[in-house]
């Protein structure tokens, strides 16, 4: 039983004339025996709580910054009506701000044998899978005074996924894709790619690319133009050890990987790759195998990354290579999206490296923060000298790791979380390009 705040009204207002009038246990009981009939009275006729049912509906998923609508429809069985206060208690981090946790608490009125849908709205602040708790539903008699209470449990869930900011830069990529396809007036020529046609030489053009054949057949020296081969095969890895758990302004590490290898799958499904994904650290921790349908990819893609957190552990670099060998059997494009920090790169991405680029073709991308390039140019104050050194020191460090791996053979792209995903996606197509993948 919960008693409300009218009743609490009542006894004190009740009280106030018997303390003065007549101060004695005839005169309290004269009050609280009324009170305390009408309370078990209200009690009584309040609907049941344990006999009400529950069915949920509503969204199932939703982008990282969007609103879900989560109804919950609440029949009574019973031959009383039901007026109820609800609480639909779900994690905290289901929305952005105290001030929308409102959105959880509904007050209704249910005929007897009705039903009524509420709906909750959800704009939640991380990714992930959302699960509502308990329902608590109290009834009120029709007096007001006092209430039944209690809890239901009412399962549902709603997957936060990643949001792809970087999906406005994929118009101008896909441009840029369609000219390297052919599609447009401009070919692209190279080593490594799909012949497309002879043309006339033209000064400047590659040497290699004269087709002297096709040459002695004619008075004029004619060239090979090409265009890139489809149906390649992309493996992008997710590095989740302890290093993406770092944040970037606003930003974790991880969730900028994240959007950078959207936009690349969305560009290079369309390109006619096959892309798989793999998270890992130690252990893998989500994958996605390519060779469904354009779409189905992408979708795949993202419900893989939606529940992925950042593990708190050293990333294991050759199980790392290992694993990727093993989902990339044939020549790929392994794309690593992880740290440029120099103590992982020299001691665990170094020594391994060998065994990738000997079969694939590497790019390695990571994001740089924007504050340690403020730093290295900070002056006029002791403690901005002291941070200059350490912007410097941590520059430098990048620097020669990012040499290291360029000397390894591999592409490295180091960019901010704002311009890594399109910084990612113009490797990619430069890859394409020169024949390379």
């Avoid at 991380?126 to 109290?138: E, F, W, Y």
């Avoid at 950078?260 to 969305?266: N, R, Y």
Wanted: contains cysteine; charged residues 25%; proline residues 6%.
């Amino acid at each position: 039983m919960a008693l409300t705040g009218r009743t609490a009204l009542l006894a004190a207002l009740g009280s106030l004339p018997v303390g003065i009038l007549a101060p004695s246990w005839t005169g309290m009981l004269a009050v609280n025996a009324p009170l305390s009939l009408a309370i078990l009275c209200d009690y009584a006729l309040a609907a049941p709580v344990r006999s009400l049912r529950f069915t949920r509906s509503g969204d199932t998923s939703v982008r990282l910054g969007d609103t879900a609508q989560v109804q919950l429809t609440v029949t009574n069985p019973s031959r009383r009506r039901l007026r109820a206060h609800l609480r639909d208690a779900w994690p905290p981090s289901s929305w952005s701000s105290e001030a929308e946790q409102a959105a959880s608490h509904h007050r209704f009125t249910v005929p007897a044998g009705e039903r009524v849908r509420l709906t909750t709205f959800l704009r939640p602040a991380r990714r992930g899978d959302r699960l509502p708790d308990r329902v608590t539903v109290r009834s009120f008699g029709p007096l007001g005074l006092a209430a039944r209470q209690g809890r239901h449990d009412v399962p549902w869930a709603v997957r936060v996924l990643p949001p792809f900011t970087s999906r406005k830069h994929l118009p101008s990529r896909l441009a840029r894709l369609r000219e390297l396809d052919g599609r447009t007036s401009v070919l692209t020529r190279g080593e490594g790619t799909e012949f497309d046609s002879l043309r006339a030489y033209v000064p400047g053009d590659d040497t290699r690319s004269i087709d002297w054949r096709a040459t002695a057949r004619q008075s004029a020296v004619a060239v090979r133009t090409w265009r890139p081969e489809r149906d390649r095969h992309i493996l992008i890895v997710l590095d989740t050890g302890r290093t993406s758990a770092g944040r970037v302004g606003d930003v974790p590490r991880l969730d900028a990987a994240m959007d950078a290898a959207l936009l690349l799958t969305a560009l290079a499904v369309r390109a006619g790759d096959r892309v798989n994904l793999l998270a890992y650290d130690r252990r893998v921790r989500a994958q996605v195998r390519g060779g469904a349908a354009g779409g189905d990819v992408l979708s795949s893609v993202v419900n893989a990354m939606a529940p992925l957190e950042p593990e708190l552990v050293e990333t294991d670099a050759r199980g790392l290579s290992t694993t990727a060998m093993a989902h990339a059997p044939q020549r790929s494009l392994v794309v690593l999206l992880t740290s440029l920090d120099a103590a992982p790169v020299e001691e665990g991405l170094v020594p391994v490296l060998p065994q990738l680029t000997r079969r694939h073709t590497v790019l390695v991308a990571s994001v740089a923060d924007p504050h340690v390039e403020t730093m290295a140019r900070s002056r006029g104050s002791v403690d901005a000298v002291y941070e200059a050194a350490a912007g410097t020191q941590t520059q430098e460090q990048r620097r020669r790791a990012a040499d290291q791996l360029r000397r390894h053979g591999v592409t490295v792209v180091d960019a901010t979380p704002n311009t890594l995903a399109p910084a990612l996606a113009d490797a990619y197509l430069a890859l394409k390009a020169a024949g390379r993948l």
